[in-house]
């Protein structure tokens, strides 16, 4: 992945809470299916961004601006991550060299991106995952960290609840084989499944 320079953004982490500008450009936005939805909430048009160069082209944010959501966007996976007690059993949900190991010797699956719409909060940006679990109907969905199925990779955009943007819950146990792929189908389910990976 290509990764802009190195700015020292710390004191810029916190973005302001008004976002009229932070807009999708509209070359990305297109009408697409979505597997994620709920009809009582409010839908929103998001795209996936998967590095600070994707964002300075696809957003109007400047590449400041961009870097502080990435970084904002990993600190979130890290906390919300589903975890695994092996390597073996991460990459069976998420492909070979999908996982990385974390300095307590737990494994997380590396981010894929950050959902980008106008329901966003910028400095709790949604990490998402590639799932890719052999034989799965939902290999090669996007996946929010609580399970939520958001669509298949490489869509142009997707149609998206308010929910999606939520804060996920901390995670702090382990998630056993196949985990991952019995809530991704539980929550496919318009939202059918409200429990979360953590505690």
Do not use: H
């Not at 600190?75 to 919300?80: G, Y």
């Not at 799932?131 to 960290?145: C, E, H, L, V």
């Not at 901390?170 to 409200?194: D, E, H, L």
């Amino acid at each position: 992945m290509k990764r802009s320079k190195f700015i020292n953004l710390a004191a810029m982490r916190k973005l302001p809470a008004a976002r009229p500008s932070f807009i999708v450009k509209p070359l990305v936005v297109a009408v697409s299916t979505a597997i994620l939805s709920a009809c009582s909430e409010p839908q929103d048009d998001a795209i996936v961004i998967e590095s600070v160069d994707d964002c300075v082209t696809k957003t109007t944010l400047n590449e400041q601006q961009c870097v502080a959501v990435y970084q904002n966007a990993e600190a979130e996976a890290a906390r919300t991550a589903p975890k695994y007690n092996s390597r073996q059993d991460c990459e069976e949900a998420f492909g070979y060299e999908g996982c990385r190991a974390s300095s307590n010797g737990i494994f997380t699956p590396i981010m894929y991106g950050y959902l980008f719409g106008r329901m966003m909060d910028t400095n709790r940006p949604s990490s998402v995952y590639k799932y890719n679990q052999r034989g799965s109907s939902y290999r090669d969905s996007i996946i929010t960290a609580d399970g939520s199925v958001i669509g298949k990779a490489g869509q142009r955009n997707y149609k998206v609840s308010q929910s999606a943007y939520k804060p996920k819950a901390t995670v702090s146990r382990t998630v056993s084989r196949g985990g991952f792929g019995a809530k991704a189908s539980a929550k496919s389910s318009w939202g059918g499944s409200k429990s979360s990976w953590g505690g």
